[in-house]
């Protein structure tokens, strides 16, 4: 029997094995909401809203871990950051009376560990092109004592009177959808190769069992053989 299951498993190639490392790994990072950072777009249009995006992932998951979130703005012809907006996790707080009533918390919800900073500008203006900073502030909870940690990004804005749409981002959004039809494709392929390669090892194991058994049962008659001739 021992030598029947080591058989079966020798059959599996070591591609099988990576593939079901690979899908493991994508199921554990789909079902723990694994953080990603991204990068805003930075083209606005006037009249429009628009999503200023800012992600500042933990380096540990598990970690406890709690932060509040500020904006700062610069606008073109000015060499000082204001601040604009603040946001703990619970309350948020415009600060910056050009922005009164034009920014919506669109971050992380229902949690102060903050990841997620970003904020929609409303009604977005000509007034509103220059650079923005989110701030984060964390505090890291470990069993025995707390870190502090920071982390800061820049978004350079610019607004148009029209929509437009650079070769750049046309290009990096095919090169996603390609990608991720690349990778269904090799899952499937894998998939339908490791199929019949388990079902080859499963057919092959079986012939070595009955073989086995086979090879038992004739030294087992032979045995009884022997008895009765000795008899």
């Known amino acids: 029997m021992e030598r029947t299951a ?11 094995f990576l593939f ?11 079902s723990d909401g694994a953080c990603a950072e991204v990068d805003s777009d930075t083209e606005a249009v006037v009249g429009q809203d628009f999503k200023l995006g800012c992600i500042s992932c933990k380096m540990r998951q598990e ?4 932060a509040t979130v500020d ?13 604009i907006y603040s946001y703990d996790g619970e309350m948020a707080t415009i600060i910056d009376e050009r922005f009164e009533g034009r920014v919506n918390w669109t971050g992380s919800s229902k949690t102060t560990d903050l990841q997620d900073a970003s904020i929609y500008l409303l009604n977005v203006n000509f007034n509103d092109s220059g650079v923005y900073r ?19 990004k820049l978004i350079h804005l610019n607004v148009m009177a029209k929509a437009t749409r650079g070769t750049a981002s046309i290009v990096s959004e095919v090169m996603m959808y390609v990608s991720i039809i690349g990778l269904q494709l090799w899952l499937l392929v894998e998939m339908i190769y490791c199929y019949r390669k388990i079902a080859a090892a499963g057919d092959e194991a079986l012939r070595a069992s009955a073989a086995e058994y086979l090879a038992i049962a004739s030294e087992s008659k ?7 001739v000795a008899g």
Request: net charge positive; charged share 15%; hydrophobic share 40%.
């Open 20 to 30: 079901l490392c690979v899908l493991c790994a994508l199921c554990v990072s789909l």
């Open 134 to 152: 989110c701030f984060f502030s964390r505090t890291l909870s470990y069993m025995y004592n707390e870190h502090k940690a920071t982390a800061s």
């Open 71 to 83: 904006w700062y703005f610069k606008a073109r012809g000015e060499t000082e950051f204001a601040h």
């Open 6 to 16: 080591h058989h079966f498993l020798s059959g599996m190639s070591a591609r099988c």
């Open 222 to 228: 032979e045995n009884c053989a022997g008895v009765q």
């Open 63 to 66: 970690v406890v871990a709690s």
